[in-house]
Every structure is written in structure tokens, then in C-alpha cells.
T-cell receptor, first 112, second 117 residues
């Protein structure tokens, strides 16, 4: 299977919370990233979490890491229409941890 | 600080031609990585340059090459273009020194959209 897996699509209503999930296979990952891509744009770094952390909160974003299950999630509180985008989790697992392996991306659609 | 810049933003070429894409990293960053994004294959690592040397290379044919200049700016070249090379090419910069977690976080540019006809 893929090294990093994500569900493809998530639809939520404005004001609700969104939870985007990611699973990875590399048990030696030291840190994991979340990037956001808006239509026609590059990747915007949202946040990252060290492997020795279970949770990281940054304003409306909360990242949860379950190392035992190799599961990573990104929670967006009070989701806004401007949050509509594709979200990628990424694992710097290769090439001395300098080459990011990306999931397929989760398209988040926020309904007004 | 200015972010990562890429030029041109859009490019249309025909099969068999060659193309050169340019990337200017964030000031002070010495590592530049290139990624290809296509609907079918997603985001794939091409190569990484650090201090004017290719430090890592992904699984792409030799038609894909790059270089880095002393000011850390990087160029990527694709020769003998094929239809399948149509993609968004993303450049990312990082300090490149590794070590402390987080210091090699990669920051991406807006990408160059290449269309091969």
C-alpha cells in the first residue's frame, strides 16, 4: 500500500469542526507535516508535529498523533469557507529525511 | 522575509522541446528541492540541491536535471518533453542544515504550471 494514506474528500458546514485523517507506515518518522493547497496555488505549510508529542494546538488547528497506530489527524475548529482547499499530510521519510512523501490529499469542501 | 519565488508561473511547450524553470529560495535557505505534481501520481520528489550540489535524487529519468547557483537560486531543466511531463512543478526551500527537528521544514513556492502539447 501507499506510504502515506488519506481519505479523498470531506464536506462540512461552515462553523463546524473538520477532522482530516492520515495514516503512515514509517515507524521512525521524527516529525510530520500538514500542508494546504488552494486552487492554482503552491503548498502552504500549516503546522507540524514532533514524534515525541501527542498533540499540538495552533489557534484553530489541532494536530493529534497516535504513534502506536501511525495515525495523524488535523482538526480545524470553526471551519470557514476560506478553509476550502486540499490538505496534504507529509512524512520526510526518505533521503536522509529531506524528501517529503505526501499523501494523496484530502479535498475539504465547506458548505455555507 | 520574501517567500519562495518561481518563474515563469505558466509555460506551454510542444513535445520534443526542452524547458528551464527557475526557483529563488527564501533568503538564507541553502537547500532547494523540486517536486512534480500530477493528478495521476500526486506529489513526487524530483531532487534536492544544497550548496550547489545535488544531494538527493528521486526516481525520475535523466531528462530531468537541475543545478544550483552560489546564491542558492536553482534551475530545473527538462529535455525532450513528453506529454506526460505536463504538471505543476513545485520548488521548496529549507535551511538545509538538518539536525534540530523543524530546521529542515520545507517552504513551497507557487509552482510553475507546464503544459506540453
Amino acid at each position: 500500500g501507499e506510504d502515506v494514506e488519506q481519505s479523498l474528500f470531506l464536506s462540512v458546514r461552515e462553523g463546524d469542526s473538520s477532522v482530516i485523517n492520515c495514516t503512515y507506515t514509517d515507524s521512525s518518522s521524527t516529525y510530520l507535516y500538514w500542508y494546504k493547497q488552494e486552487p492554482g496555488a503552491g503548498l502552504q505549510l500549516l503546522t507540524y508535529i514532533f514524534s515525541n508529542m501527542d498533540m499540538k494546538q495552533d489557534q484553530r488547528l489541532t494536530v493529534l498523533l497516535n504513534k502506536k497506530d501511525k495515525h495523524l489527524s488535523l482538526r480545524i475548529a470553526d471551519t470557514q469557507t476560506g478553509d476550502s482547499a486540499i490538505y496534504f499530510c507529509a512524512d520526510p521519510r526518505d533521503m536522509g529525511r529531506r524528501a517529503l512523501t505526501f499523501g494523496s490529499g484530502t479535498r475539504l469542501q465547506v458548505q455555507p | 522575509k520574501a517567500g519562495v519565488t518561481q518563474t515563469p508561473r505558466y509555460l506551454i511547450k510542444t513535445r520534443g522541446q526542452q524547458v528551464t524553470l527557475s526557483c529563488s529560495p527564501i533568503s538564507g535557505h541553502r537547500s532547494v528541492s523540486w517536486y512534480q505534481q500530477t493528478p495521476g501520481q500526486g506529489l513526487q520528489f524530483l531532487f534536492e540541491y544544497f550548496s550547489e550540489t545535488q544531494r538527493n535524487k528521486g526516481n525520475f529519468p535523466g531528462r530531468f536535471s537541475g543545478r544550483q547557483f552560489s546564491n542558492s537560486r536553482s534551475e530545473m531543466n527538462v529535455s525532450t518533453l513528453e506529454l506526460g511531463d505536463s504538471a505543476l512543478y513545485l520548488c521548496a526551500s529549507s535551511p538545509g542544515t538538518g539536525g534540530i527537528a523543524g530546521t529542515d521544514t520545507q517552504y513551497f513556492g507557487p509552482g510553475t504550471r507546464l503544459t506540453v502539447l
